[in-house]
């Protein structure tokens, strides 16, 4: 099954072909990535983060939290009046 098919199966109008056919292209598609995540998983398994790093070709950078100033709070008086 290929492209080729799918085309073909549009063009006749053979609906029932054309996701048989779709079906089985991507299918095939999707195993074969998985296969290639498979094996790109296992040559890094038990690198460690440093080698993955370089491997990866960019280095993580953390997120760092942007601080901000905190405004002060008022505290009522103690006789329960307003200052």
Do not use: H, R, W, Y
Not at 8 to 18: F, Y
Not at 44 to 56: H, V
């Amino acid at each position: 099954m290929g492209t080729k098919d799918l085309i073909d199966a549009i063009q006749s109008g053979d609906a029932e072909g054309i996701e048989n056919t779709f079906q089985g292209i991507m299918s095939a598609k999707v195993g074969d990535k998985l296969d290639t995540m498979k094996k790109e998983m296992a040559s890094n398994m038990f690198k460690t983060p440093e080698e993955q790093d370089e491997i990866a070709g960019e280095p993580e950078v953390e997120a760092q939290a942007e601080e901000t100033p905190a405004e002060p709070v008022e505290e009522p008086a103690e006789d329960g009046k307003e200052v």
